[in-house]
């Protein structure tokens, strides 16, 4: 079975502060994700990897930046975190770009 | 923007009846996906019907899809207190993405 793991279920941060979200896949996947899901916004793309050294914006990456420099693992960073990015992130990865996701059980991001 | 979009945003039903959600969508895809997502948890893959198919089976789960309509429905038959959670269509989209609906709360009273 393919685990995805976060690195925390729970983070306090202060507004300014850079923030590191980390994501680890163990089934060799090539894609990675990482959504954020909001109240009556549902989920949101925030960036994706095809592979390794390789990123794309998704729908909101204004804020974002990643990093992949090793296959089983994918990096959200908030280089100065705002209270607009409080937030439940969600990792996912996937064999193919459009075949099913396994996600992480989210990170919960409080920034104050 | 989402392209899936979830009908009824929230369904209450009672253990054993059958519970029905609806997910519409905007262009043109080649598969549709249904996840489940138990409070404060990630989601976890249902199923997944391609554009070809009308009709799939999953245990106590059945999806269909119309096309013609771009819709798609997710029947979860006989249900359970543990069905409880949020359901979620997503639909892919030109460049390998995957988007997703606001999503079902499903809440089944014992």
């Known amino acids: 079975d393919v685990k995805v793991t976060q690195s925390s279920r729970y983070l306090v941060k202060r507004t300014g502060e850079k923030v590191f979200l980390e994501c680890v896949q163990d089934?060799?996947?090539?894609?990675m994700f990482w959504y954020r899901q909001d109240p009556g916004l549902g989920l949101r793309l925030i960036y994706f990897s095809y592979d390794v050294k390789m990123k794309e914006k998704g729908d909101i990456p204004e804020g974002y930046s990643v990093s992949r420099e090793k296959k089983e693992r994918f990096s959200l960073i908030l280089e100065s975190a705002s209270t607009n990015q409080t937030s439940m992130y969600l990792c996912?990865?996937?064999?193919?770009?459009?075949?099913?996701?396994?996600f992480g059980n989210g990170t919960r991001l409080t920034v104050t | 923007s989402q392209q899936g979009e979830e009908d009824p945003q929230a369904l209450s039903i009672q253990e054993g009846e059958n519970a029905t959600m609806n997910c519409s969508y905007k262009t043109s895809i080649n598969n549709l996906q249904w996840y489940r997502q138990n409070s404060g948890r990630g989601l976890v893959h249902l199923i997944l019907?391609?554009?070809?198919?009308r009709e799939k089976h999953s245990g106590r789960l059945r999806v269909t899809l119309d096309t013609s309509k771009k819709s798609s429905s997710l029947l979860i038959t006989a249900s359970r207190a543990a069905d409880t959670a949020s359901y979620f269509c997503a639909t892919d989209r030109e460049g390998g993405k995957l988007i997703f609906g606001q999503g079902t709360e499903l809440s089944v009273k014992p």
């Open positions: 089934m060799d996947h090539e894609n």
């Open positions: 019907i391609r554009s070809n198919e």
């Open positions: 996912a990865s996937s064999l193919l770009p459009t075949s099913p996701l396994h």
